[in-house]
């Protein structure tokens, strides 16, 4: 590893400076590869919340800045990293993408000149199971990740965070590669703690959830979210790993409006002890 943390630094081809911005907490098993596939970044600020593996041993060998931070939430976290980053332009990757080679070559011919925007969306390959994922909206899934330095910060939400970048915005050739959940274990793990967060972030604007809410988000919403991205969007084509990832992203829905109902029964009963 302490080669290509070398080879890493000893590339400087971009007439303007990158940083590249990462969270992470306990990603020994995908952050080598994703710092691998980076080797032109001017300089790579990594913001952990207290691994316990090998992840700051790793980040170390590719001559990352490493900070422990007391964890914010998604969005406050990745805020930290940006905030520390000293380059012109900034690209924000989480621990388990991976830059290609046809997009590494498009960032770096980009940050030869003054790009003419501020920000630019990147294609998303994510893979599932091991297949890549061609449809039912997991291809090209543009994410906003790459921006001028203090153009853009993302939401201070506790899941599912973006960029926020008022103006015109670009796209960039070449992948972002999304090694995700290479097991349906990992999978449903990953789906139980986002569905938490979600529910938590849904009673912030909407404490009292009535039967209505109840019936449309546990029941209609997911069954809706499924036919919608596996008939109309062409999910099936992506095969059995296909009809398992929308099952249970559906399910993921449901259950984020389960907990929700839960969490507000809960405060209901608190409240109302002999209701």
Same mark, same amino acid.
């Given at each position: ?47 952990? +919340? ?15 800045? #490493? ?17 520390? +980053?000293?380059?012109? /332009? ?25 790009? %003419? ?10 893979? #599932?199971?091991?297949? /890549? ?6 291809? %090209? ?23 926020? #970048? ?65 008939? #109309? ?17 559906? +399910?993921?829905?449901? /259950? ?16 109302? %002890?002999?209701?």
């Amino acid at each position: 590893m302490a080669a290509d943390a070398g080879k890493r630094s000893s590339v400087k081809s971009t007439a303007l400076t990158l940083s590249v911005a990462m969270i992470t907490f306990n990603e020994e098993a995908n952050l080598a590869r994703t710092l691998k596939s980076i080797p032109f970044a001017n300089e790579i600020v990594v913001v952990d +919340c207290g691994s316990t593996d090998r992840t700051a041993e790793i980040a170390a060998a590719y001559d990352a800045s #490493f900070f422990t931070e007391k964890w914010q939430g998604f969005g406050s976290q990745k805020n930290l990293a940006l905030g520390k +980053c000293t380059g012109d /332009w900034v690209l924000s990757l989480d621990a388990d993408e991976e830059v290609s080679a046809e997009l590494a070559a498009s960032i770096q011919d980009l940050l030869k000149t003054e790009p %003419p925007r501020a920000a630019y969306f990147l294609s998303r390959r994510n893979y #599932f199971l091991g297949r /890549w994922m061609r449809h039912g909206g997991y291809y %090209p899934d543009r994410k906003l990740r790459l921006i001028r330095r203090s153009a853009a910060s993302f939401e201070r939400r506790d899941v599912h965070e973006t960029l926020k #970048f008022i103006g015109a915005t670009g796209r960039l050739h070449g992948d972002l590669v999304h090694w995700a959940y290479p097991t349906l274990h990992e999978y449903i793990e990953h789906m139980d703690r986002y569905s938490s967060l979600g529910a938590a972030h849904f009673l912030k604007k909407h404490p009292n959830m009535g039967l209505l809410s109840f019936i449309t988000g546990v029941l209609m919403n997911p069954v809706l979210t499924f036919i919608y991205n596996y008939f #109309f969007r062409l999910g099936f084509l992506d095969g059995k790993e296909g009809l398992l990832l929308h099952i249970y992203h559906s +399910c993921y829905v449901s /259950w984020k409006y389960a907990k929700a109902w839960e969490s507000s029964r809960s405060n209901d009963l608190q409240e109302n %002890p002999g209701s």
